[in-house]
């Protein structure tokens, strides 16, 4: 059985990546050995890494769009949850059956999630609502500046 998991880094303490396609690296196990994959090595959008998932089984993943879930589920790859941890921790959760295998519709649920969320941040009503949570805390206020007043020298 082979295992992706996108990682920040190239060591099993690097955490999970949440950015599935774009992540830093990405590490395989096969249950005995750990291969790691540099992606994107020159900071560049035209240098992603192809990932050939004919020769995996699993994709562990933080989040994933539902155009990546489809083209993964072609190769009849599984796709399970992870919240953003250590990147050992995921496959010890993974081997435990601790994770939660993805299906369609949790993704789709989960980008209309997303998609209330960044509504609701940047609608007006949102925006009020942010920063009266915030209001009373600190010197965070509706206007311009800290709020002191006029000073006179």
Same mark, same amino acid.
């Given at each position: 059985? #082979?295992?992706?998991? *996108?990682?920040?880094?190239?060591?099993?303490? =690097? %955490? %999970?990546d949440q #950015?599935? /396609?774009?992540?830093?690296y990405y590490i395989i196990y096969d249950?005995?050995?750990?291969?790691?994959?540099?992606?994107? +090595?020159?900071? =560049?959008?035209?240098h992603k890494r192809d990932i050939d998932f004919s020769k995996l089984d699993i994709l562990i993943v933080n989040k994933i769009g539902i155009d990546s879930f489809k083209a993964v589920k072609e190769n009849n790859v /599984?796709?399970?949850? =992870? *919240? +953003?941890k250590p990147v050992g921790n995921v %496959?010890?959760?993974f081997k435990s059956g601790n994770l939660k295998e993805l299906t369609e519709k949790d993704v789709i649920e989960s980008a209309h999630k997303s998609l209330?969320?960044? @509504?609701? /941040?940047t609608s007006f009503a949102g925006k009020i609502k942010n920063r009266l @949570?915030?209001?009373? /805390?600190? #010197?965070i206020g509706f206007g311009r500046g800290p709020g002191l007043g006029? #000073?006179?020298h």
């Open positions: 059985m #082979r295992i992706l998991i *996108p990682s920040t880094g190239d060591k099993m303490e =690097s %955490l %999970l #950015r599935y /396609k774009h992540a830093t249950g005995k050995e750990f291969e790691i994959i540099a992606n994107n +090595v020159h900071h =560049s959008h035209h /599984k796709i399970y949850y =992870s *919240p +953003v %496959l010890t959760a209330e969320t960044s @509504k609701e /941040k @949570k915030h209001f009373g /805390k600190s #010197r006029k #000073r006179h």
